[in-house]
């Protein structure tokens, strides 16, 4: 069923064109992506924490984030990260992990595409299903905001589906487990397909493997891995999210059941009105109530994101709506498979498509990003300098430049460590002001015994 017919490019020289689009996807996504970091626009939060534990992985260290100050399992018990850190073997480079996000999103893409010849779509209207989600603007927002596993998570809850509507049952387990290796809440998402599995789409075994291995998965990495993580911490770090619905979690799922009305009062906002908006507007062609049953599966992501107290969890900008990405896409193919009067042409779709791109896309970041690289050939030299043995305090946009090392931490967030150099962008100091003074930077020099040793515009090393 899955096996392409070797003579079909051949025979059709419009077999050739998927292939096209999901090459040129691939370049353009990681173009984009290596370009942001190559223009030091990526950020220590996320990318310079996931780069530091890989590379400490591949080089058989303990993955001891000194940004996040614990064990890289104690932060979302992200397994994935261990077989990740073999291509770090081969070549230690950040631009691994980008060039494996942007891979993960393109196979989603491909797979959409096989989902939709699965329904009995036609070729060229399941070639207009995968551009929909190329097109959708979280796919390329989520390619270019620094690296997050939920992104290889995208494929995977894609295949999942595609095996189990074929009934290949080794697949499907592969399936499960790559995204229960992504991160401890895809558990929920996970139990969650497995109900929809069995309920909606006749998949008993499918769906009782999934919600089993989903809840079980959850379960171990809150409880177990993540608090036991060498320096991890509790799950409870999370908890001032959703503080107001209980001070701990078990008080949490105590108000959700003599409480309800605390969680209507929160789901029931224009804020949360406005996210559902924008999660459905790029394919509002395809929001016929027939076709939601899907959204089972997207029931604990929703629920995360609308519940939550921070407002970047319902944008279409970071990695938090990724995990419903693939059941939005799932109602495309279920909306062209069972097609209602009024389903809009192809030219209009993929118009449709190409608008939201333009309006949600934040593609328009890059000409905000060119306008600051008057700090990028000083920022390099600079880095030259630094020895890789160095303990270093660096400002935000440039740790994830300098994190194969045991010892990074972002400048604001520095503690009592010796550090050995600490590297300023004095124009742009992110996520404390825009500029930082000079008796701040002497006041550095003092607190860490260290001496000025590099000074070009904007940019300042000090050096033990």
């Avoid at 995208?154 to 399936?175: D, M, S």
């Avoid at 016929?288 to 994101?305: C, D, G, K």
Wanted: proline share 5%; aromatic share 12%; net charge positive.
């Amino acid at each position: 069923m899955f096996k392409s017919n070797p003579n079909e490019a051949k025979n059709d020289p419009a077999a050739s064109i998927p292939w096209r689009i999901l090459a040129i996807a691939g370049i353009i996504g990681f173009g984009f992506s290596g370009m942001r970091h190559f223009m030091m626009q990526s950020e220590a939060w996320d990318l310079g924490i996931f780069d530091q534990a890989v590379y400490l992985i591949s080089q058989g260290q303990t993955p001891f984030s000194t940004l996040l100050r614990f064990h890289i399992l104690g932060d979302h018990a992200a397994v994935i990260f261990y077989p990740i850190a073999l291509l770090y073997k081969i070549y230690p480079s950040v631009y691994w992990l980008l060039l494996i996000q942007t891979i993960a999103l393109v196979i989603g893409g491909w797979i959409v595409r096989e989902l939709a010849l699965q329904a009995k779509i036609t070729p060229k209207w399941a070639t207009l299903l995968m551009g929909v989600y190329l097109l959708y603007p979280l796919t390329f927002n989520a390619n270019i905001a620094d690296f997050h596993p939920e992104t290889i998570a995208v494929p995977a809850f894609l295949g999942a589906v595609w095996f189990a509507r074929a009934q290949r049952l080794w697949q499907f387990c592969i399936c499960v487990a790559i995204i229960l290796s992504c991160r401890d809440a895809l558990g929920l998402s996970v139990a969650a397909m497995g109900i929809w599995l069995w309920l909606c789409e006749d998949r008993r075994v499918y769906g009782a493997i999934a919600l089993l291995a989903g809840i079980s998965w959850f379960v171990i990495a809150t409880q177990v891995i993540i608090p036991s993580a060498e320096g991890g911490v509790s799950i409870d770090r999370f908890l001032f999210r959703y503080a107001h619905l209980g001070k701990s979690y078990s008080e949490i799922a105590k108000n959700l059941i003599f409480n309800p009305l605390l969680f209507l009062k929160t789901l029931f906002t224009f804020r949360n009105f406005e996210y559902i908006i924008l999660i459905f507007a790029p394919i509002v062609w395809a929001s016929h109530p027939r076709n939601w049953l899907p959204l089972v599966a997207a029931v604990p992501t929703l629920a995360m994101n609308m519940l939550s107290q921070e407002d970047g969890q319902r944008t279409l900008t970071d990695q938090y709506a990724l995990p419903l990405l693939p059941f939005l896409m799932l109602i495309a193919i279920a909306t062209v498979a069972n097609p209602p009067k009024w389903l809009p042409s192809r030219r209009a779709i993929l118009a449709w498509s190409i608008v939201g791109l333009f309006i949600l896309g934040k593609y328009g970041y890059f000409t905000f990003y060119i306008r600051r690289m008057d700090t990028w050939a000083a920022s390099r030299a600079a880095i030259a300098l630094i020895r890789e043995d160095d303990r270093v305090l660096a400002d935000a946009r440039l740790v994830p430049h300098l994190s194969h090392r045991k010892v990074i931490e972002q400048l604001g967030r520095q503690q009592s460590e010796p550090y050995d150099a600490v590297l300023i962008n004095a124009k742009r100091v992110w996520a404390v002001r825009r500029a930082m003074s000079e008796a701040e930077i002497q006041q550095l020099q003092q607190t860490y015994g260290l001496k000025q040793v590099f000074a070009q515009d904007g940019i300042v090393l000090l050096h033990r």
